[in-house]
């Protein structure tokens, strides 16, 4: 017979396991569905990567913390999931804001985690301290420092919960060292506590069917949508309710390939580099259904004169966007996939024949071009080439400047997630690190970085981090020597006094080579097809260096503090038509 003592023994409950908070961070990010991250090692953070080294997770290693940053960026935009990137405190954490100031603008799902000093040590200047929430405050979304190993699960759950819903965006957690190193246990099931954070996500019902009726009764109306229809998956109900009702769609930098630019329907881009005849069409219009967009001065121009005669409905998720900078008639708050799909019960066929007749009309006489009869490369021609030889097909990534505007205009884009660019925060040195995100996402894709050469020039050490992941990037370079939109703004508002916009380039070949890649030179326009041949074949990085016209500009162009009818450079493209 048991004695009583074991008896007592053989009850007694088995002790909790107990798991370090760096454990604890992996299993939460796996258990938040990540398999890719990026990030870079150093000293604070280095427990949470020794139990990274057998998780089942793919880490790419950028050159820098920003490179890394708008790797996990682009990530995020050509997959539609959260990009997760990892630095570590002071210096790393400090390399990480331009890349969540970028995604802070556009709305992309982010996650930081940066290491940090220990608790004991915070605000004593130690050794690679950095006030990292409040230096990242104004570019996130939501940020934290975690001091309790206990709260650690559950702020990784509720950081990926923020990053994802409503309007999306990055999210910092900020994690010192020891309670990396601190126990305690671990549950997956673990309750948020966010009970402020509640996105609305079905709009009102009665606000829904005041647009549609809107939309019923406009003789001319016009669909203005932002990058708020990628975020929200919402390409089909866009489709659906503009053939429905039979709308012309209109485009933000942002929002390219939310709908199918090859459509009788699509105006292209509006704005300060827009079309003419998209500009037309909302200064003329009797509607405007404002969807997932925020009305930024690179849209609007002069607020006063925008869209003078327009009823404007405006869809948004987040209702601080409504009415912020232009008074809606009709506000939406929810989700626009569903709010869209809503509408498209509701609103009814209409041909609209004179509207079209009217919009063909600007469309002849105002078409994007440029002197194709050239014989220097001209980056427009360059851009067209390779949307034809692509097909229209490929994941484009760019820079930002006039290699920027130039792909905007004269790449047409088919789908959602298919144009990876620097909208609100315009960052330079974007474009090859997002390609290298996107392609990361995208393996079977083709993916293409159109760059400016003084753009490429800030991260094209990341051409190394292709190389080491055998990523088949391709890049092009439109080298015209200057900062190109720099230069322009110079030559039309500062009497052509170029200060300080011209730098001496690299042979950008013979760098690609250094770094391992393919490396091919261009300067002559009769050998474009057959280089974008060439570097679309390539199983390898590749980077064509295009040496296109010095002093070509963008047009069309609404100067700043014009109204969008107020266009340059409409002769020129009159003369094209």
């Not at 607020?303 to 601080?320: E, G, N, R, S, W």
């Not at 063909?360 to 050239?374: I, L, T």
Request: a neutral charge; hydrophobic letters at 40%; charged letters at 25%.
């Amino acid at each position: 017979m048991k004695s009583d003592s074991s008896q007592s023994a053989g009850s007694a409950e088995k002790s909790p396991i107990l798991r370090t908070g760096a454990e604890i961070a992996v299993q939460s990010l796996i258990d938040a569905g990540v398999d890719t991250m990026f990030g870079y090692p150093g000293g604070v953070i280095l427990p949470f990567f020794d139990k990274l080294y057998d998780a089942p997770i793919r880490f790419i290693i950028p050159r820098h913390e920003q490179g890394g940053a708008h790797m996990a960026d682009g990530y995020a935009r050509a997959s539609g999931k959260v990009g997760v990137i990892v630095a570590t405190s002071g210096p790393g954490a400090c390399n990480l804001v331009t890349g969540l100031g970028t995604a802070m603008m556009d709305s992309i799902p982010m996650v930081a985690i940066t290491g940090q000093v220990r608790t004991d040590l915070i605000g004593n200047d130690a050794f690679q301290e950095a006030d990292t929430t409040g230096i990242t405050r104004p570019v996130t979304k939501y940020n934290c420092i975690v001091k309790d190993v206990k709260d650690l699960a559950r702020t990784i759950k509720e950081a990926f919960f923020i990053a994802s819903t409503g309007r999306p965006g990055p999210v910092v957690v900020d994690l010192p060292v020891d309670v990396q190193v601190a126990k305690t246990e671990y549950d997956a099931g673990v309750e948020m506590r966010l009970p402020g954070y509640k996105p609305k996500l079905k709009g009102h019902h009665r606000q829904i069917e005041m647009a549609a009726e809107a939309i019923n009764k406009s003789e001319k109306p016009v669909l203005y949508v932002g990058g708020g229809i990628i975020s929200a998956n919402a390409g089909e109900e866009l489709r659906a309710l503009a053939k429905k009702a039979h709308l012309p769609v209109t485009m933000t930098l942002l929002a390219l390939g939310g709908y199918d630019q090859n459509e009788a329907e699509s105006l292209d881009m509006l704005g300060m580099h827009g079309t003419a005849y998209a500009n037309y069409a909302v200064q003329e219009c009797d509607l405007l259904i404002a969807v997932g967009a925020r009305f930024d001065d690179r849209v609007t121009g002069k607020l006063k004169a925008f869209a003078p005669h327009a009823k404007v409905i405006h869809v948004d998720i987040d209702p601080a966007s409504i009415a912020k900078n232009v008074r809606a008639d009709i506000p939406v708050v929810g989700d626009a996939k569903y709010i869209l799909g809503e509408m498209a019960k509701m609103v009814e066929h209409r041909e609209r024949k004179e509207w079209f007749t009217k919009i063909a009309q600007w469309k002849k006489k105002y078409p994007m071009g440029y002197d194709r009869k050239s014989t220097n490369i001209k980056p427009q021609y360059v851009i067209e080439q390779v949307c034809e030889l692509t097909g229209g097909d490929a994941i484009v990534t760019t820079g930002v400047g006039q290699n920027q505007m130039w792909t905007a205009q004269f790449y047409r884009f088919k789908r959602p997630r298919q144009f990876i660019t620097s909208g609100g925060l315009g960052t330079m040195g974007y474009g090859l690190p997002a390609a290298i995100g996107a392609q990361i996402a995208m393996p079977e894709a083709t993916v293409v970085d159109i760059d400016g050469d003084h753009s490429f020039n800030m991260t094209l050490t990341e051409l190394r981090t292709a190389v080491q992941y055998e990523l088949p990037i391709k890049v092009c370079i439109l080298n015209n020597g200057y900062m190109g939109m720099v230069r322009q703004w110079q030559e039309l508002f500062y009497n052509k006094r170029y200060s300080k916009s011209y730098l001496a380039n690299p042979d950008y070949a013979k760098v690609a080579e250094a770094l391992g890649a393919v490396g091919i030179t261009v300067e002559k326009k009769a050998d474009v097809p057959k280089a974008i041949k060439k570097m679309l074949g390539e199983k390898m990085p590749c980077v064509v260096d295009f040496h296109v016209e010095r002093e070509e500009n963008v047009w069309p162009m609404v100067p700043s503090g014009k109204s969008l009818h107020e266009m340059d450079g409409l002769d020129l493209l009159e003369s094209m038509a």
